[in-house]
């Protein structure tokens, strides 16, 4: 593994400096380079490293080296690394904090820890921007992971001891190097990312596809080198409407929006085409829970947020590795969407200044890594290893009003606790009735069942919830559970979700006192169809009372599940319904973590869709992703005491 010949030097970056000083790069003057580069912690950077994998493919890599008048100084110090498919040059939408929205470029925030006596490592992903190879998502991090610590190890400036750091795929990638065991790994900060199991949650889920895959593909596949290299292959690429794709589905290969973008095209249906739990999903880089016994033993940070795609991989990640791991497992959870830690609200819903981590868990997300690092990469006795070993946000206890901005104040607040699952909930079975009720006593016998007529040309669509990378389509947080036309699949007469036939709401009474959930959602179910196949969903919603500001109440979703009904049984051998024969079935949502006020109504929607966050179910049985043919299923949910449908609340007694 070689540095090329050609290797570029440059002080932080010109480019970068041009930028933070609003001058001409190559215009500065030694005397103001000088300046620049002091007052950026003086660093210098070589710039295009191209680093040789295994294989001989060459990763194009960027280091960031404490620096003495522009010299790098001689010595050793620990590395920090991040590999990010979306440019080591690129600003990352993560590096923000709550007094300065303007993302820091890749030279600000490695000039802050420089400053601090590190050597910070940005690496391209194979077939990524300046990175040779070929672009396979996911797949090939845990190896290139693994080889460029080895690289890095060997260099005369590194004292042996590497960081990782990131946000989703760049956690993505640092779960993948601490499944592969990668050398010199002594300290991991995970940023909403890091599969636990890939086929539960961020691809796939309850047997479902993910379709922010798609929309992922897309936009990123305009900024591959393979595209930008053939311009007629760019220029039917942005040609594409991806909206008018999305209302015309199913699609197949070589018929799909991704077509103009073959290599983007082949590993999204590789994913939506193998359904069951085989070999495919067991692969390093996305299956975690498969590696935590060769997993780095490092410290770690898990961090995620409850309108994420990832609070259980978080969740499962820290459980997994906690039992299994001698350094620190530390786990975060805000009310967030994806990454966005710096803001008080999801979608519709705002949580209150409590909410960021600037104020709150830390002086900033910068100084929050930072003590971590120090402590475990440079032995400072800072503190951290003292601190509580999981952090939550319990979202709820606002006012209920319309804030200055338009949305609901819903409160909250950040707590300590000692494990996850938190140790003294109280699992809680709510069942469901007849009459639309959700409540801890058990059924009676007999009671009817409710029936719902699912059509995939019609399908619930998707308000909010755990979703990111989803625009123009579609996007994460609360909101509402109302049709409008800010969602996709959304019909006139606007209406709630509640008064669609093809949705079962089940709901506790108006609560006579504040109950607090926190926890994984699981809901067991007696369900009947009259198709071969079909889906189940469920969704948790807090339900606010009618209020001058919201006259019809407020629907808020918390979280949400689905299963295909053919991997009911398990997810490495489907099995067909038989029409009309009830079968017990078990739906998880992602864990979430709310308090419910007195007055508030806590509400269970089972459905038979989720669109466009997961893919339609055509209710023929065919093979995933290959559907030629539509059915409309008639579902049916059993609700008496000999198959009594419950979802069990974890519940919190009063801290």
């Known amino acids: 593994m070689t540095t090329p010949a050609k290797s570029q030097r440059m002080f932080l970056t010109r480019r970068g400096l041009g930028r933070l000083l609003g001058l001409v790069p190559f215009a500065l003057s030694g005397i103001l380079r000088r300046a620049a580069a002091a007052a950026a912690g003086d660093m210098v950077r070589e710039r295009k490293v191209m680093v040789a994998m295994r294989d001989g493919v060459r990763l194009a890599t960027d280091i960031y080296r404490p620096a003495r008048d522009g010299q790098p100084l001689d010595g050793r110090f620990p590395v920090i690394l991040e590999r990010t498919p979306y440019g080591r040059e690129e600003p990352s939408r993560s590096e923000i904090d709550v007094a300065n929205q303007r993302p820091k470029s890749r030279a600000e925030v490695a000039a802050f820890f420089v400053k601090r006596g590190y ?4 690496q391209d992903c194979r077939g990524r921007y300046d990175s040779e190879g070929e672009f ?19 260099q005369p400036w590194c004292n042996g001891k590497i960081g990782t750091m990131g946000l989703s795929y760049a956690a993505h990638t640092q779960g993948a190097l601490g499944c592969a065991g990668a050398p010199g790994v002594a300290a991991m900060f995970l940023d909403s990312g890091g599969f636990s199991n890939a086929y539960q949650g961020g691809i796939r889920q309850g047997g479902a596809f ?12 305009l900024v591959s080198p393979a595209v930008l290299r053939e311009p007629a292959r760019l220029a039917a690429l942005k040609a594409v409407d991806i909206r008018q794709w999305f209302a015309r589905m199913p699609w197949t290969r070589g018929n799909s929006p991704l077509t103009p973008a073959p290599e983007y095209e082949s590993y999204t249906f590789d994913q939506w085409e193998h359904g069951e739990f085989d070999g495919f999903w067991k692969q390093l880089g996305i299956y975690a829970e498969g590696f935590y016994d060769r997993f780095s033993d490092a410290p770690m940070v898990h961090m995620s947020s409850w309108y994420d795609p990832y609070p259980r991989t978080a969740t499962d990640n ?11 497992v530390r786990l975060i959870v805000g009310p967030w969407t994806h990454g966005d830690r710096t ?17 709150n868990i830390a002086t900033d997300f910068l100084t929050l890594r930072a003590r971590w690092f120090d402590a475990w990469l440079k032995g400072e006795a800072n503190g951290v290893a003292d601190e509580p070993a999981v952090r939550l946000f319990i979202m709820g206890g606002g006012s209920g009003r319309k804030n200055a901005a338009g949305r609901l104040d819903h409160g909250g607040r950040w707590r300590a606790e000692t494990d996850w699952p938190i140790p003294d909930a109280i699992n809680t079975p709510y069942y469901l009735t007849r009459d639309g009720a959700l409540t801890p006593e058990p059924p009676a016998a007999g009671a009817p069942a409710r029936t719902i007529m699912f059509d995939p040309d019609n399908p619930v669509p998707s308000i909010g919830g755990s979703i990111t990378s989803g625009a123009p389509i579609m996007a994460g947080g609360a909101y509402d559970q109302m049709e409008g036309p800010r969602f996709f699949g959304s019909r006139q007469p606007y209406r709630p979700l509640a008064e669609r036939p093809d949705v079962l709401v089940f709901q506790t009474s108006e609560l006579a006192a504040d109950i607090e959930v926190t926890g994984p959602i699981v809901a067991t179910l007696w369900v009947a169809s009259d198709c071969p196949d079909t889906d189940i969903t469920i969704k ?9 500001d919201y006259p019809q109440g407020f629907a808020m979703n918390l979280t949400d599940g689905i299963l295909r009904l053919r991997y009911r049984e398990s997810w490495e051998r489907p099995r067909m319904l038989e029409p009309g024969r009830p079968v017990q079935i078990t739906v998880s949502a992602f864990p979430t973590g709310n308090l419910f006020k007195a007055g508030h109504r806590i509400r269970l929607d089972v459905s038979s869709s989720n669109f466009p966050r997961f893919d339609v179910n055509w ?15 008639r579902n049916t949910v059993f609700l008496d005491r000999d198959m009594p449908s419950h979802v069990v609340l974890p519940i919190i007694p009063p801290r």
């Open 540 to 548: 948790l919603l807090d339900v606010y009372p009618p209020s001058a």
């Open 136 to 154: 396979v998502k996911y797949l090939s991090d845990g190896n290139d992971g693994f080889d460029c610590c080895e690289w890095l190890l060997a």
């Open 619 to 633: 209710n023929t049985g065919e093979p995933e992703g290959r559907a030629t043919r539509k059915a409309i299923a």
């Open 318 to 328: 820290y459980v997994g590795l906690t039992r299994r791991k001698k350094g620190p």
């Open 119 to 122: 050597v910070v490592v940005y």
């Open 343 to 359: 803001l008080t609200h999801a979608g519709d819903v705002d949580f209150g200044p409590a909410a960021t981590i600037d104020g």
């Open 210 to 221: 993910e379709l922010k895959q798609v929309t992922w593909a897309y936009s990123n596949a």
